[in-house]
Each structure stands twice: as C-alpha cells, then as structure tokens.
C-alpha cells in the first residue's frame, strides 16, 4: 500500500510539473501588451544566445603557468573581518572607504576616517534625484563624464557593457540586479576619482509621467540631458556629439514612440512582492520552469524606460553611450531594488537569498554561485552584499510634498497638490503644461491656454495660513541689577555673562569655505598597469605570454608588455603600488592570501621587505600543457594550491 502511495505521488508530481511546463509561453505570445511582448522577444534571443555560448564555452577559470589549464548618514557601518573588497589593487575591487583611501592620496585617521589631503573626509556617495542635485553638484557630475570621455576611459567602460549584454549575468535573468549595481558602483569610484564630492544621481521617471508630453520635461534641456535635432541626434547640453562606440558623430535618441516611463503603480507593483523568484526574477522561463513569467518585474518594467528614449538607449548592445540617461535611469532601479530589501527582507537575509538555480528558469550564467562576467573574483550572489549601502554608498529620499509643504525641494520640481499631493518635473518653455493652469508647472514661465510661455512664474501654492495665535500671559519677570565686572585678566576685557550670551546670538557666523576638490583640479589617476604575480618575468622570459596568454595578458599585463606602467620598470626592491604603506598597516605583508599576497610580493617589495625573494628558486617552470589550454582539472587545482603554498613558507 505505501509502495502504491509513493507511486501515486510521484506520477502527479511528473504530470504537475509537465503541466506547468507546457504553460511555458515562448513565443511571448501571453504579454499584457505589444511593448512588453517586444521586450520579452528580445530578452528571449539574449537568453537564446547564453544558453548557446554556456554549451560551447569550456571552464574559462585562469591558472598559473605551471599548471596545465550626511555626514553621520555617510559615515559608513562596520564590515566583517573576512568580507571582499577591504584590501585591493584596483580601486574598482573596493568594497570599504579604507580600502578606497591610499587611491585619494588619504591616510586613515582616528574613528576610521580617511583624511584626504584637503582635509576634507571621504565620505560615502550620497545619491541624490537628478533634479535634487544643486546646480554645482549637477555641473561636477557632468564635469567628470565628461573628463572620462575625453580620456577614453569612458568608451572602456560603455563596452564592458555591450560586451557582456547578451553572454553572462547581465540580463534576461536573476542576476540583473546584482550585475548592475556592481556595474554602477565601478563608474561611481570612476568619478569620484576625478571629483571625490560626486554621487551618482537617479532619475526618477516618474517625476515626468505626470505631464501631458513628458518630451517636454525640464530632464530634455541643456541642463540636463540635452535636446536633439530633427534626426535625434543629441546636438545640444553637456552630451552634445559625443561619438559613440559604433562610430556615429551623436548619441541617437527617439523619444516616446514606444515604451513608456515608470509609474508609481509599477514600483509599488515590485515593492509588494514577497517572493525574491519574482524581483531576482526568471523573465525568459523555458518548459519546466516552476514559475511563470512575471511580466511586472523590475527588468521588463525597466527595459519599457529603455524603449521610450529609443536610439541608443533601447538595445543593450548600445544603451551606454548615453551616460545621462543609461546611468541615472539604472541607479534608480537599484535603489527600488535596496527599498525593497529594506522593506522586505530582514538584514540577514538579503545576503543569502537568490533565486534557485534552475536551468529550465534561466542560463547558468545567472546562477548564484556562477561568475559575475567580467568582475574578478566576482559571483553573482556577490551582488546582495549589505557593504554596498553600508560602506560605498546612501540614497537620498524621493522627492515628495503635501499640502502642508507643498515644495519639492527644487527649482525644477512642482508640487502638484490636488488630490493626493505629488512632485512633477517642471515644463520646458513651449511644452505642453494642458492641466496644470494656476501651478507653477513651467521651467522660467507661465503656463498659457495649455502652453509654458514666458512671463512670471507664479508662486508654489501655500495652505491658508491660520489666523496667529495669541501668545500665552506670562507672570511679570523681576528685573535683577546685572554687575558688570568691568575687569581684565592679562589684558583680556571680560563682559558680563548675559552680555555675552546675547552678543554670541546676535553674531553673524563667518561663512564657511568649501574644502572639496574643484571641479577644475585634476583628480586622482589610476593605471591599472601592474604584474600580479612575482613570477611574471620569468614566466615572460619562457616565452608563456604567447604560450599560455590567457593567463598572462591578465596577470602579467607589464611583463607582457601589455601595457605601459606608471613606475619604472627595474630589478630594484622598490614599492609600485600607492597601497603599499596602508597594506602593511593592517598586516596584510604577512596575513595576505592568495592573489592578494601575490600581488603585494611583486609590488611592495621594499615596504613589506620581500627583498630575499629568489625568482629562480621558488618559481615553478611552465609545464607542458596537454588538451585545452586553461581547462580546470583536479591536478591543475593542486598545482595552484602546491605554488601558493611555497610562497606562503617564502613570506613566512
């Protein structure tokens, strides 16, 4: 009888999840509207191409050559001993504020506060709504885009994103959200490299949905994101004729003929899911798949954002080149993701829970122990750590008024407070502003019979004010001779203490100088230009740059030649990495591990004294590879554990 039990259930089971799967719609032919199916189309051919590339793709893991293969709100909270990203060579590894601190130049002072060298802390970015910014904020934030692009290293970064949109953990999948916000938080270190006062800002488009047009938006002007010309080129404000990757002369848009911004509906929509399978969501499930598709999650209502731009902004193989827009657009998807956690998830468990790998769900690229393409070291579960909001950066509010304050906090935000009171992007001059007559809804204007002309901007509405209330009587106060002790003490005259209360009240305070960085200085710089490993020369010496590249071009970039470095390139013990001093500080010269030790004996030579160390002794020869080179096998992982474990008898 249990036997038959058993065999009951299981056949239910199999026709259960045979009847789910055949509830798996393909062809998006289930889509509540022609926009979201078209969505849904093209995440369905990213998803097509990852699983096609998984299936051919060999283990690409790298191995050595001797294998065969406010300022209170922005101080940042405690980390875990053992969490990434508390000591790294490159700055964009970074997890913490003291890890960031010898790439400004800082050193760490009391209450674990780096100290740069204006004087001035470094605090964690505090990410304001677009519009929110001050106009100098606003202007630094373009300053350094724009530093970027003229350096090239703009373009660098715009292409990690085309290349990774289709083949890894970017899109279509789960680890959307996780790739992303690290993907932001290395533009940010970026910028605030060049300028450290800047933050990402967000752009919350729902601002902007309100309006009869949102093309006429205060966001589509000079002081924003620019305007275009009749073919949609941005010819105009601080992006004007930025060439793109593809090697157009403008960025491209085409605003509003498909797609369409956020709502308030659709964020409320994700910040009501209870269920992380339905915000770390499958959005192309295939047969099988346990879960449907969940068409109001946060990457197909993002992507509709991405349709309304049009241009370069629609496809992900293009949408980087437009950095106002792509960026502000994408911090603000991360911060509807952080409210959730915040509003859902419990602080524990938003660093452990991630959709379950499922390949009949999604690629395995999104899985959450998969490799987060193209970060080092990297994994998509990497994405939910708590250090990005408790070390790197805060989101500032979303800009909200009532009744009783009806102001947005801007000059480009009104309230529009009919109703259920809410803030609205103001209206260019010759926009349409059809239902917003009487409210002060034009940018230096008036609207007029439906249009923003110029003329006096009227006033924001105010509530009545309510008749003054008179004050209460009070009992009649007995006046006390003051003595005024009219003396000096080393030649210091001394005034009475109601004297001085009341001239220390009355006092105009001196006005306080701004000690950030200006948006001319240069900045810090960085060259990502280092060997990795104290064997790289030897190894270039054999010959293993063309024999085993792989791992050379990205572990020996200067002994290969790959690159030009900032330090002269000589035999000496000498330190070349600005890390050196701090690294040794925190005893990272003899408690270092594995990549990170590497590193430090090949580039802190002299400050951690690794002066003794003979190449020709400790370094293992290359061996013959046989099969696939860099394919992972038990043997090559005990090589590479055999080669880490003679350099740690060096060091110790």
């Keep these: 009888m249990k036997k038959a039990s058993t065999a009951t259930y299981l056949l239910l089971l199999v026709l259960i999840v045979g009847y789910v799967g055949a509830q798996v719609v393909t062809d998006c032919s289930d889509a509540p509207n022609e926009q979201t199916r078209q969505v849904c189309m093209r995440f369905r051919m990213m998803d097509k191409a990852s699983r096609e590339k998984f299936e051919r793709e060999a283990d690409s893991q790298l191995w050595p050559p001797s294998a065969p293969g406010s300022a209170e709100f922005q101080r940042p909270l405690p980390i875990s001993p053992g969490h990434r990203g ?112 800047i933050a990402l800002p967000f752009w919350d488009s729902v601002l902007d949905s309100y309006l009869p047009d949102p093309r006429d938006s205060i966001l589509f002007t000079d002081l924003f994101a620019g305007t275009t010309d009749w073919n949609g080129f941005v010819t105009t404000g601080p992006f004007a004729y930025w060439r793109t990757l593809e090697g157009a002369h403008a960025i491209k848009r085409n605003i509003g003929q498909q797609g369409s911004l956020f709502s308030e509906h659709q964020i409320n929509q994700v910040l009501e899911q209870s269920n992380v399978e339905y915000v770390l969501a499958y959005t192309v499930p295939v047969g099988g798949c346990p879960f449907p598709v969940n068409y109001g999650a946060i990457e197909y209502t993002h992507a509709n954002i991405h349709l309304y731009i049009g241009g370069d902004l629609a496809p992900p193989l293009t949408s980087g080149n437009d950095p106002s827009l792509f960026f502000t657009h994408h911090t603000f998807v991360d911060r509807i993701w952080e409210d959730w956690r915040q509003l859902k ?63 947005c906090g801007s000059k480009y935000l009104f309230c529009d407070w009919r109703g259920f009171p809410h803030c609205v992007a103001k209206v260019k001059l010759g926009g ?115 024999n085993n590249p792989k791992y050379m071009v990205s572990s020996c970039a200067v002994s290969c030649k790959g690159c030009i470095p900032s330090f002269a390139i000589s035999g000496a013990c000498k330190d070349k990495h600005v890390s050196c001093k701090q690294w040794k500080a925190e005893g990272q010269c003899t408690n270092a591990k594995g990549a990170l030790l590497n590193f430090i004996i090949e580039n802190c030579c002299e400050t951690c004294s690794f002066g003794s160390f003979d190449k020709n002794l400790k370094c293992p020869k290359p061996k013959k590879k046989t099969g696939a080179l860099n394919t992972v096998t038990n043997f090559s992982k005990k090589v590479a554990t055999f080669f880490e474990t003679n350099i740690r008898k060096l060091v110790a």
């Design 345 to 407: 998830q419990p602080r524990w468990v938003r660093e452990t829970s991630f959709a379950p790998d499922m390949p009949q769900c999604s690629t395995p690229y999104h899985f959450s122990y998969s490799e987060m393409r193209p970060f080092p070291g990297l994994i998509n579960r990497d994405g939910l750590s708590n250090a990005y909001t408790d070390q790197m950066y805060r989101y500032g509010p979303r800009p909200t008024c009532s009744r009783e304050a009806p102001a």
């Design 86 to 197: 508390q000591a790294a060579y490159d700055p964009l590894d970074c997890m913490t504020l003291q890890c960031l601190c010898p790439f400004f130049n800082g050193r760490m002072i009391a209450n674990d506060l780096c100290e740069m060298p204006n004087g001035e802390p470094l605090k964690m970015a505090y990410r304001k709504e677009y519009r929110l910014m001050t106009d100098d904020e606003r202007f630094r934030f373009h300053s350094a885009l724009q530093r970027m692009k003229q350096s090239g290293e703009y373009d660098q970064f715009s292409q990690i994103h085309k290349d990774n949109a289709q083949q890894s953990s970017a899109h279509s999948g789960p680890g959307f959200l996780g790739w992303h916000r690290e993907y932001l938080k290395r533009l940010e270190i970026k910028l605030r490299l060049i300028d450290p006062s």
């Design 432 to 546: 349409l502003c059809q239902g917003f007559e009487g409210l002060d809804a034009c940018y230096n204007g008036q609207c007029y019979f439906g249009r923003c002309m110029q003329g006096p901007t009227p006033a924001p509405w105010r509530p009545p004010t309510p008749p003054p209330t008179p004050p209460p009587t009070r009992r009649p106060m007995v006046a006390r001779p003051i003595v005024n002790f009219n003396r000096t003490i080393g030649g210091v005259s001394k005034l009475p203490v109601r004297q001085v209360a009341k001239a220390t009240q009355n006092a105009t305070p001196k006005p306080r100088v701004s000690k950030l960085v200006n948006s001319n200085t240069t900045g810090m710089t960085f060259n990502n230009c280092y060997n990795k490993n104290p064997c790289c020369d030897m190894w270039a010496q054999l010959d293993e740059c063309t």
